[in-house]
């Protein structure tokens, strides 16, 4: 497929990770600046897939020079666009891959994006995509998203510095309930959990996962099992149970050598307003410095307004922010 333009836009699949490995360090990089988060696993993973021929997406490409990539994965009748990055130096670059010259990387990702989008709104099995690009600062891709039908939110990475955290009083646990370590047999009631907390949520709209219990669990994988954020770190990781059962639990995981992130935070409704939130975020930073973190950081919606005030109050200062998108098929038909 050409672009129109003197590069040309291929389906990923046409090439090894290899071909990638320049500019997937380059995104290394993006994300160690912006995020401090070492991406360098999450690419090692895009590097086997690529070479299985197993994502699918677009390159922009030039004499074998790739200068960006978009990708996306599907979970049955739904895509999430993983990614789409652009080298931000190629409008250096000489020839003979100079067919990029005067393009920006905003205007080469939004080529492959476009093609993406496309692709996948024309795909009648598709009929949801869900778009979260992290790295990328909110509004940067906005337009060509509500262009393509897309419902977008705001969402903000927020971070904190984790001295002086072992300091910090937390309130005692109510009557009744018990506070311990994550175990690998909670997933399936944690699923349950985090189902009914996100009833009606904001974050529901943007992640289909959280409406449902199987969904859930889905998400709950990803994240212990496949470290699709940071790796997974059992022992930052707690739960609190009321006889027996969890009623509200926080997840972390780490994400650099010296930075954590928290995955999951929720409570069930009936037991907010009573500190749990507070502490379990505490017990979990107190958690990451004892492992040698130095800073953690987690994402929330803007509209979750109740979230935000909390981790603001916390010491969490928002350092980045990023747009979540949603396209339904029944909501343009
Ligand atoms: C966000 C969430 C985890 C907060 O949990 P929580 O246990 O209610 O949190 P806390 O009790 O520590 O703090 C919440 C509020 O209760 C207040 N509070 C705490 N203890 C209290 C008490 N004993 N009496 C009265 N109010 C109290 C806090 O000051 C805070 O006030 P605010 O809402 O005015 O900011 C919870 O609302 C939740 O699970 N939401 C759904 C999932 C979600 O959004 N997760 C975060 C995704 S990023």
């Not at 707690?238 to 509200?248: D, L, S």
């Not at 930073?285 to 109050?313: C, F, I, K």
């Not at 990023?322 to 343009?332: I, K, L, T």
Request: with cysteine.
């Amino acid at each position: 497929m050409t672009s129109g333009i003197s590069y040309e836009v291929l389906d990923l699949r046409h090439f090894t990770a290899a071909m990638l490995r320049p500019l997937l360090a380059a995104e290394e990089r993006l994300w160690s600046e912006r995020l401090h988060w070492d991406y360098r696993p999450s690419a090692k993973l895009l590097m086997q897939y690529i070479d299985n021929r197993m994502l699918p997406g677009y390159a922009a490409v030039d004499a074998g020079r790739v200068a960006a990539y978009a990708f996306c994965v599907y979970e049955d009748t739904k895509a999430v666009v993983g990614d789409v990055f652009a080298d931000p130096d190629v409008a250096d670059w000489q020839p003979p891959a100079s067919g990029f010259a005067g393009q920006t990387p905003h205007e080469i990702e939004e080529t492959l994006l476009r093609h993406l989008l496309e692709t996948l709104e024309h795909s009648p099995h598709v009929d949801r995509i869900e778009s979260q690009l992290l790295l990328h600062p909110a509004g940067r891709h906005a337009t060509l998203f509500r262009a393509s039908g897309f419902a977008l939110y705001h969402r903000l990475f927020m971070t904190r510095q984790l001295d002086g955290i072992d300091r910090y009083a937390s309130a005692p646990l109510p009557a009744g309930l018990e506070l311990r370590l994550w175990r690998d047999d909670d997933l399936q009631a944690a699923s349950r959990l985090i189902c009914e907390c996100y009833a009606g949520h904001p974050d529901s709209l943007i992640n289909d996962q959280y409406r449902t219990v199987i969904g859930s669990l889905r998400f709950l994988h990803n994240i212990v099992r496949y470290s699709g954020c940071g790796t997974f770190a059992p022992a930052v990781s707690h739960v609190i149970t009321e006889r027996r059962e969890p009623v509200a639990l926080v997840l972390g995981s780490r994400v650099s050598p010296r930075a954590g992130h928290i995955t999951q935070l929720c409570v069930l409704p009936r037991f907010r307003k009573q500190g749990l939130g507070r502490l379990l975020l505490s017990v979990a930073a107190q958690a990451l410095l004892r492992h040698g973190m130095n800073e953690v950081s987690l994402t929330v919606t803007e509209a979750n307004t109740s979230a935000v005030d909390l981790y603001r109050r916390e010491g969490y200062v928002v350092s980045h922010s990023f747009d979540a998108g949603v396209w339904e098929r029944n909501r343009r038909a």
